[in-house]
Structures are given as structure tokens and as C-alpha cells.
């Protein structure tokens, strides 16, 4: 069987709880924690949601290994 049947026939689960559970173990991570303090206070004051820090955290690091 193929890793592609196997994600087909996996259980659809609700898109908002597994992303609510991924940000959440995101923001609990020591690598966010320190990603936060070194950040400018304006992000912060810009859009102070946790759903707005973790997306833009993934972006960076996401763009510094793409690099």
C-alpha cells in the first residue's frame, strides 16, 4: 500500500482543531519562546494574536532553511 492510499483513507479530521493543537505545541516550544524575545516590540504590538506570531514564526523559519 502506498503512502498515498494510506493518507486517503486516513480520518478527515476538523482542520481548525489540528491547527489549534499544532499552534499551541508551537507556542509551548523553546524555539518560539526565544524567537519571541528576540523579535522587535512591534510585532507584538502590531497584531498581538498567538495565531498571527505563530504563523509568521513558521514563515521565518520556514524561509531561513528554504535559504
Not at 478527515?12 to 509551548?28: F, T, Y
Not at 526565544?34 to 521565518?60: A, G, K
Request: overall charge negative; some cysteine; hydrophobic content about 35%.
Amino acid at each position: 500500500m502506498t503512502t498515498a492510499t494510506l493518507i486517503a483513507n486516513a480520518p478527515i479530521h476538523d482542520d481548525s482543531s489540528v491547527w489549534e493543537s499544532l499552534k499551541q505545541a508551537i507556542a509551548n516550544s523553546s524555539g518560539f519562546k526565544c524567537w519571541q524575545e528576540e523579535q522587535n516590540p512591534e510585532i507584538n504590538n502590531i497584531s498581538p494574536s498567538l495565531d498571527f506570531q505563530v504563523r509568521h514564526y513558521l514563515r521565518q523559519t520556514l524561509e531561513t532553511l528554504a535559504y
